[in-house]
Nanobody
Framework: QVQLVESGGGLVQPGGSLRLSCAAT????????LRWYRQAPGKERDLVAY???????YYPDSVKGRFTISRDNSRNTMYLQMNSLIPEDTAVYYC?????????WGRGAQVTVSS
């Protein structure tokens, strides 16, 4: 059974940091292309970060320089280090894995940036 489980969300003040984790089971993790998405209330789900099987990364301008995606294939886990957080980063964050043509999603972790 495939499972992606996010952890590490919570409430943080503007300017603070959080690190999200996504633990995967049931997939060949080293072969997966991995992404973090986020969805704020009333908005579409947007891509936040991408890391390929070869550790190539991509970030949209909205988070570039503040967020860092990484993966540890020995632990079947990927991470999202989020620094300099702003209220606009408030959303539910989802991890996503693509293996060949199959897509898998986690259930999400809430991140709230507020003073």
């Amino acid at each position: 059974q495939v499972q992606l489980v996010e952890s590490g969300g919570g409430l943080v003040q503007p300017g603070g940091s959080l690190r999200l984790s996504c633990a995967a089971t049931g997939i060949p993790f080293g072969s997966a292309h991995l992404r973090w998405y986020r969805q704020a209330p009333g908005k579409e789900r947007d891509l936040v970060a991408y890391i390929s099987r070869c550790n190539l990364t991509y970030y949209p301008d909205s988070v570039k320089g503040r967020f860092t995606i990484s993966r540890d294939n020995s632990r079947n886990t990927m991470y999202l280090q989020m620094n300099s957080l702003i209220p606009e980063d408030t959303a539910v964050y989802y991890c996503h894995a693509r293996v060949s043509t199959d897509d898998y999603w986690g259930r999400g972790a809430q991140v709230t940036v507020s003073s």
